[in-house]
């Protein structure tokens, strides 16, 4: 008991030194649990913070609180704060507590002595936006980021959630695990970077729950209509299967399919994608219904390849501000490139129509001066300028991944065959990356250590100076606004590129090596 007392002492001595030193606030770990209410007819969301000290009986300092100000794969500051309204705080016997902001995302509550506070404000919702929230009549969508606050430094700690729903509503779907009763739902996140990545749809929308080699899986509808006819789910089934063989592993219990209503984009979760859609499973015709799919089967592959298979600056994330990488054209540019791959592989299209989906890649590169005057790499640091980049000269300078990136996920997976006389491919490289950054050392990789890997992959036996120059004119390619020499690269494929419409075709006659290597491409 003594020698506790003393180290009491020389801690609290501590404490108070580093106050003066840092200028910041203790931080007490803290229990978290939020209790939302929603109000259909002001299109708010009630929102009810509980926090209390887990290691003392009452808070040694203030609780400084951080909502973020962006969510990730959304590379946009959205700032949602601004949504806020009616902030307040109350200690454990319902005084209220005086709370000051320190910049425009943070919150600091005068809680020492504190056994417990309780914070409560509202959060606007009329967003149709898959990364903001939106409460209607029958419907909310909850983008957690700009609902959820954290204390400052525990975006690691454990929290739960209820969900109280309207009278009448049946259904609440999220990734995270959940109990749910009549009236509500609560979910339990390991940690805030699971919740700001859980999406929630509650309401009445259709639920289509199944298993599929092990796993389970919810479809969260808010559109159904025509699913019934759909062959969706059975098509989203072998989309999982030809992934899973791809990438040797699924790294989830269960997967949370949301589909919104019509609207515009979708966003990956680390075992839910939440997606506006065209608003009905009626499509016009098979190019839409296989554009819908696609769109499914690009958030679904983001699971693995920017979830999993990440830049080390892509989590665990500051939410405070921009999170800068040079490698989104790995992450979202290979992505497109998959989806076209995996729906090929799971017999979904033809191997002329994945190569249509390639073309429009080439068309919207080379249509637009942009590729002259923007890297790949740049593109992908300037991403935060250019999300929503309207102005009139943007096609003039600036290039996406989302079009340059898939063209070169097309020249990769040709040049790794190539040197490696088709031993190795795209497939390999994405399999290390995934091996061994995530499953084995826990974290994304650097810039360097792509490259490295990619080399590592290029190189089999005795070709390593054959790798090394073409692992070299790679990194050239998407470091500068250098012109691809396409008809090279895609001849070794036996493809060929009209440079007038920029339409990707077999070519007619080919070497036994080409045919070899193109079927390693188009899977015929
Ligand atoms: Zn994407």
Known sequence: MLFQAIMKRIFST????????????????????FIVSIDTIGKYLNVELYCAPEETAAFTDAVELHMPVWAPGYYLIVDFPKYLADFSASSEDGVALGWTKKNKNAWIIDAAGKQSVKVSYRIYCNARSVAECRVESNAAFIAPNGVFMYVEGQQNHPVDVTINMPDGWKNCSSGMKKTSSTSS????????????????????????????????????????????????????????SATTKLMGHVPYDNYCLIHLGKGPGGLEHLNSQACYTEGTFMFENNDEYINYLDFATHEYFHLYNVKHIRPIELGPFDYDREVFTPLL??????TCYYSAQILRRAGLISAEKQLGMYSEYFLNTESSEGHNHMSLRQSSYDIWLNFFNKNDNRHDVTISYYDK?????????????RVSNCARSLDDLMRLLYNRYDQQLGRGFTEDEFWQATL??????????EAASAVKNLRRLVDTTDAIDYDKILNAAGLQLDHTTWQLAKKDKCTKQQSKLREKIIWE
């Open 405 to 417: 990136g898939p063209v070169l996920g097309l020249i990769f997976d040709i040049e790794l065959n």
């Open 185 to 240: 739902a609560t979910f339990h996140a390991d940690n805030f970077d699971t919740l700001f990545d859980s999406p929630i749809l509650c309401g009445n929308h259709l639920v289509d729950r199944f298993e599929l080699e092990g796993h389970e899986y919810e479809f969260a509808l808010e559109s159904p209509i025509g699913y019934e006819q759909s062959p969706f789910r059975e098509d989203f089934k072998k989309m999982v």
């Open 456 to 465: 590592e992959i290029a190189t089999t036996g005795d070709n390593s100076q």
């Open 14 to 33: 501590f404490i108070a030194v580093a106050m003066v030193v840092s200028l910041c606030f203790a931080t007490d770990k803290a229990s978290m649990s």
């Open 329 to 334: 054209w790995v992450s979202e540019g290979f």
